[in-house]
């Protein structure tokens, strides 16, 4: 989907070659001009790729990252409008499409284990030439793993700097006194009594060269959690909440062109599939109904409706011939078989091996099933291909992988697809991956009109890759005290990250991808495993699964069920121990002060008692990058079985960007796990899941929803570094829940998700 394996590899030979010569650093250092890739409309101006400024006054800033929910296009302009002096009522956003100006260096140099396997080392820096250069070179703005504010907080802070001292510049030359006699606030230049707005400033400020360095405010823009009292107004209220109040927010599904078909889709099941039975005929009588268009694994029919369409293939019955489909028994048994006799890879180790080799005192088993993202909105993309050059209309988190795999399907050169980047109704990673858009513009250049294509729910999940399943035998040596001196975590699990590149970076197709992977170790699959504690002598070992089947990423990856294993297991050891759960982690953070305020922090918020004698309460905490998260879960047995009450949760994400936004991540993040902690997981048989509507994946409903509150510390950490708390609650929120019932009912649940198991 995005750049080659080929070209990839290329470049690691180069740089692993030649890493300390003259030709490596030529090419890294070679000065590059990207042209703007947003120009500015009628008395428009721009100011660098970031910000434009309109004779009223109006201020638009680009966001170069997609909005699926978690705020992105008000937390970059919030920032925009901080830096710049803007009125917050005169911003707009304007999506970004992929550039070189915009390229995120943060998640290349993250995920450069992926993109440049042989020697990845010498790319894991962001701010090192080798990440940046890669991501300018293939426009790779990729919206994933919470990195939008590392990513582009610096560059649109720099830019709005530069813009106000441009403003400045112009003001001062009109009134005739220095600009450093100036100050800028609320959309205004002020001097004195004088006042000018933006706009009449902003034709000769954009004529003048901005300053290097660009002068940045003291302060980054930052909320503290006790600046807000309850019911207090919004400082930043999210620019896109008004359109999705009233329905105007448009996303891919509500596009509507002249002229245009509507597509349903039948997909293969997963596994090496191909079409293998059509009755065309059976369509014939429907009015409106056009064709079918066959795809190496889909079949799919276009018609003048969607519903038209559907039914066409309803009664078409495709029948699909598969040789390896996927299956769930088999799954569990490839995890076995892993655990007994795989051959592990060590990848981390603290102290002395010796301390933790051998059977261990205490071994316990933990298993997570497969997963799917559950997304409310189903893929959708429209697509329009006239004298070889394709426009497409979709959500995506990858836009220039997308515009690379469509170009391919067509058979046209990438600079010949224009993609219109549209928001997504929630995507938890799903939309990393966008065949959906390869397949819409092939069916527009078959039709030769426009195209719409929407999945039914029932084909969304066909098309879906779940969340790697896993199983880890956690096993210690616990001092006198209870507490472990050796902690060994064995983790059978593919290798789901590596998987995921292969095919996102390399294109290879899902089993050639499985394939590659199976055997090799993957950190980045077992992000998290490392817990927070204090522990002399730790040990992660990694045992590839090769499980039969593909695998994706989704909202907390590998934290999903590393923070399970962890959590669940010393909340064993802390009652093995006879102690209480909450001293017992405690006693093991003194090198841990933020993650010790939390813990003890959300014990006061629930009014904590110790998680014993049946008080249905259960403790958990996690740490992601330089975010923390403790949670407390308060759990019930009633006549209809076991429900969760409460949800209450303390975070520490260092300086707060927006603080309504910060808490509904947190929130939305807890429900969503527990969505995972209690469903999310279909079955597979011959590569077919078996759920077909959300209902079928006994997701929590509103009624079944807990009280949720969430409270942020005012951390004293580094003021530059702002954590993205999209993902912490997803990871506490499983083991919280898992200790809860086992406070309530006395059992354990080992297996995600958790009523998986009979009690």
Known sequence: MAPSRRSVS??????????????????????????????????????????????????????????????????????????????????????????????????????????????????????????????????????????????????????????????????????????????????????????????????????????????????????????????????????????????????????????????????????????????????????????????????????????????????????????????????????????????????????????????????????????????????????????GRLELWVGTQAPEAVRTAAAHATGIAAGDVLLYPMAIGGSFDRRLECDHAAQAAVLAKEAGRPVQLTLSRRQEHFATFPRAPAVAVMAARPDAEGRPIGWRARIAAPAAAREFGRRFFSGDAPFDALDAVARTADPLALEGAVPAYAVPNLAVDHVPAAIGLPTGRMRGNAHGYTAFFNESFVDELAHQAGREPLSFRMAMLGHEPRLAECLQRAASLAQWGGGGDHSGQGIACHVIGEGRIALVASARRDENGVRVDKLSAVADIGRIVNLDIARQQVEGGLIFGLGLALGCSPNYTGGRPDGERLSDLALPTLADCPAVEVEFVDSAADPADPADPGELGVAVVAPAVANALFSATGLRFRRLPLFAEDM
């Not at 302009?77 to 100006?101: F, K, M, T, Y």
């Not at 962001?126 to 793993?145: K, L, Q, S, Y």
Request: glycine share 10%.
């Open 10 to 387: 290329r470049r690691g030979i180069l740089i692993g070659t030649l890493a300390g010569g003259g030709l490596a650093v030529g090419y890294l250092l070679r000065p590059r001009r990207y042209p703007l890739p947003l120009e500015p409309g009628r008395d428009e101006y721009a100011f660098g790729a970031w910000i434009k400024i309109a004779g009223d006054g109006v201020v638009s800033v680009a966001v170069p990252q997609v909005e699926m929910g978690q705020g992105v296009t008000t937390l970059l302009p919030q920032i925009v409008a901080h830096e710049l002096g803007a009125d917050w009522r005169q911003v707009a956003v304007e999506p970004a499409p992929a550039s070189a100006l915009y390229a995120n260096a943060v998640l290349a140099a993250k995920w450069a284990p992926l993109w440049m396997p042989a020697v990845p080392g010498l790319a894991e820096a962001p701010e090192g030439f080798i990440a940046r250069r890669w991501a300018e070179d293939h426009r790779f703005n990729v919206t994933a793993d919470g990195t939008s504010l590392a990513a582009y907080e610096g560059p649109a802070r720099a830019a709005a700097a530069s813009a106000r001292a441009l403003l400045t510049q112009a003001a001062a030359a009109r009134w005739n006194v220095a600009p450093e006699e100036c100050e800028v606030a609320g959309g205004l230049v002020i001097h004195g009594d004088k006042r000018l707005n933006f706009g009449p400033l902003a034709a000769q400020a954009a004529s003048f060269s901005p300053p290097d360095p660009p002068p940045l405010r003291a302060e980054p823009m930052s909320e503290r959690p006790g600046e807000f009292l309850p019911g207090a107004p919004l400082r930043y209220p999210r620019l896109d909440l008004p359109s999705k109040v009233d329905g105007s927010w448009t996303f891919a599904g509500d596009v509507r062109l002249p002229d245009m078909l509507r597509a349903a889709i039948r997909h293969a099941p997963i596994g090496t599939s191909s079409l293998s039975g059509l009755d065309e005929t059976a369509a014939r009588g429907l009015r409106g109904f056009r064709r079918f268009v066959r795809g190496p694994d889909w079949v799919a029919a276009l018609a003048d409706d969607w519903w038209t369409a559907e039914s066409a293939l309803t009664r078409a019955a495709p029948r699909f011939r598969v040789a390896r489909g996927s299956d769930s028994g088999e799954v569990d048994r490839a995890l076995d078989d892993a655990m007994a006799l795989g051959s592990p890879t060590r990848i981390h180790l603290t102290g002395d091996s010796n301390a933790i080799e051998g059977g261990l005192p205490t071994q316990i088993r933990y298993e997570v099933a497969p997963a799917v993202h559950a997304t409310i909105e189903t893929a959708s993309a429209t697509a329009r291909y006239e004298n």
